[in-house]
């Protein structure tokens, strides 16, 4: 199994930044991909950014292009997501989750296993 732990959500005004983190730990081995997801009450989850666990490769989605970056630190295990300009439509709960193949899926059954998730409230 892999165990995924998130971090990094809170408060921010509109304009403002935040980084999350998403440390990986477990069977590692498997992981093909990890990715960033958020869910709105009362809304499905929908796809933020993925990169691929060894390539590096990212992908977006159309909503946060240009304002968010994915990153990862192979040694430390950790997956980034570095938010600018942040909206208040970007309020939700981020989830991290790692998949066993390539990084371009966008929908959450692509995906293995999941965090916690983090709060992340930006003020208008």
């Known amino acids: 199994q892999v165990q995924l732990v998130e971090s990094g959500g809170g408060l921010v005004q509109a304009g403002g930044s935040l980084r999350l983190s998403c440390v990986v730990s477990?069977?590692?081995?498997?992981?093909?991909?990890m990715a960033w997801f958020r869910q709105a009450p009362e809304k499905e989850r929908e796809f933020v950014a993925s990169?691929?666990?060894?390539?590096?490769?990212?992908y977006y989605s159309d909503s946060v292009k240009g304002r968010f970056t994915i990153s990862k630190d192979s040694a430390k295990s950790t997956v980034y997501l570095q938010m600018n300009s942040l909206k208040p439509e970007d309020t939700a709960v981020y989830y991290c989750?790692?998949?066993?193949?390539?990084?371009?899926?966008?929908?959450?059954?692509?995906?293995?296993?999941w965090g916690q998730g983090t709060q992340v409230t930006v003020s208008s």
């Open positions: 477990g069977r590692t081995f498997n992981v093909g991909a």
């Open positions: 990169i691929g666990w060894r390539s590096g490769v990212t």
């Open positions: 989750g790692s998949g066993r193949f390539l990084p371009g899926n966008r929908t959450p059954g692509g995906y293995d296993y």
